[in-house]
Nanobody, 125 residues
């Protein structure tokens, strides 16, 4: 059973940076570097929102236009880890951030097979 564990969330001030990590484990018959990885976020009362995705083997990255200048996704396949670097944080970035694994980098959350439990990011003004 694939498990994803996020860490790195917290309370920061507007303009600060945060680095979220997601460590994957429990693969059977398939390795981490064959999965596309992604980050989503969900604020209270809102739908889950696509934040970033990265293809297998450290390939192409994907972002919504609204975040591409401030957020960066990367992966370390040797450590089964995916990173989300967030810069210039704003109060509207406040949400629970989730790591996800799937067959293809996609903006649709339904297309991911595995999810972490989430990590809270709160940005004060």
């Amino acid at each position: 059973q694939v498990q994803l564990v996020e860490s790195g969330g917290g309370l920061v001030q507007a303009g600060d940076s945060l680095r979220l990590s997601c460590v994957a484990s429990g693969f059977s018959g398939r390795t981490f570097n064959t999965y596309a990885m992604a980050w989503f976020r969900q604020a209270p009362g809102k739908e889950r929102e696509f934040v970033a995705a990265i293809r297998w083997s450290g390939g192409h990255t994907y972002y919504p236009d609204s975040l591409k200048d401030r957020f960066a996704i990367s992966r370390d396949d040797a450590k089964n880890t995916v990173i989300l670097q967030m810069n210039g944080l704003k109060p509207e970035d406040t949400a629970v951030y989730y790591c996800a694994a799937g067959d293809w980098p996609d903006t649709n959350a339904r297309n991911y097979d595995y999810w972490g439990q989430g990590t809270q990011v709160t940005v004060s003004s």
